[in-house]
């Protein structure tokens, strides 16, 4: 079973629409939790980095939060753009190796005119 | 500042070849990672390397293979493709001096394997 479990597989949404992607880990302990977002054809790009101690992150348009108790992490995106279409990956990272990573497989938003 | 620069973009082998992949990290940064990813397995690390020696290694057969010269550059190396090796490549530098640094990756190399 996959440490880190992300939600819905994919979404569709219009332009202009909120929506939020949860990721679930069990990995532990953790020292940072990071969402990238991935155009097609495209390397990831990193969208915010938390680390355990924090509850809360925003990058323009998207905020993360996270609740170290229960294990979850959520992606929100406000006022969707055309661009926002990617698949956001959720990544979660042990405490004690930087490159011990556990990579969700994704969410696929499309967001459509 | 240039970005993390992989090449070939794609690739094309058959069973058996072997290929070399090529990353050229932002400058500045001396830790480099590869990773895999594919539809049915998502992104998997590979292997990293940092001042050209490898700091940690995921869980690939020996097949799989790195190195990191002394400009921060790195190369990976599949030997005996098979046809599971189908996958995108990425490749990702960071300053890797602590826990946190950022990944900046490259757009992949697509490889195909028939």
């Known amino acids: 079973k996959n440490q880190v479990e992300q939600s819905p597989q994919s979404l569709i949404i219009l332009e202009g629409k909120n929506c939020t992607l949860q990721?679930?880990?069990?990995?532990?302990?953790?020292?940072?939790l990071r969402w990238y977002k991935q155009d097609t054809g495209r390397g990831p790009v990193s969208l915010t980095i938390?680390?355990?101690?924090?509850n809360t992150k925003s990058n323009g348009r998207y905020t993360a939060t996270l609740d170290a108790d229960t294990k979850q992490s959520s992606l929100h995106i406000t006022a969707s753009q055309l661009s926002d279409s990617a698949s956001y990956i959720c990544?979660?990272?042990?405490?004690?190796?930087?490159?011990?990573?556990?990579f969700g497989a994704g969410t696929r938003l499309t967001v459509k005119p | 500042k240039a970005g993390v620069t992989q090449t070939p973009r794609y690739l094309i082998k058959t069973r058996g070849q072997q290929v070399t992949l090529s990353c050229s990290p932002i400058?500045?940064?001396?830790?480099v990672s590869w990773y895999q990813q594919t539809p049915g397995q998502g992104l998997q690390f590979l292997f990293e390397?940092?001042?050209?020696?490898?700091?940690n290694k995921g869980n690939f057969p020996g097949r799989f293979s790195g190195r990191q010269f002394s400009n921060s550059r790195s190369e990976m190396n599949v030997s005996t493709l098979e046809l599971g090796d189908s996958a995108l490549y990425l490749c990702?530098?960071?300053?890797?001096?602590?826990?946190?640094?950022?990944?900046?990756f490259g757009n992949g190399t697509r490889l195909t394997v028939t």
């Open positions: 990702a530098s960071s300053l890797g001096q602590e826990i946190g640094s950022p990944l900046h």
């Open positions: 990721c679930n880990y069990t990995v532990s302990p953790f020292s940072n």
């Open positions: 938390m680390t355990f101690s924090e």
């Open positions: 990544v979660v990272i042990f405490r004690y190796n930087n490159n011990d990573m556990r």
């Open positions: 400058s500045g940064h001396r830790s």
């Open positions: 390397y940092f001042s050209e020696t490898q700091r």
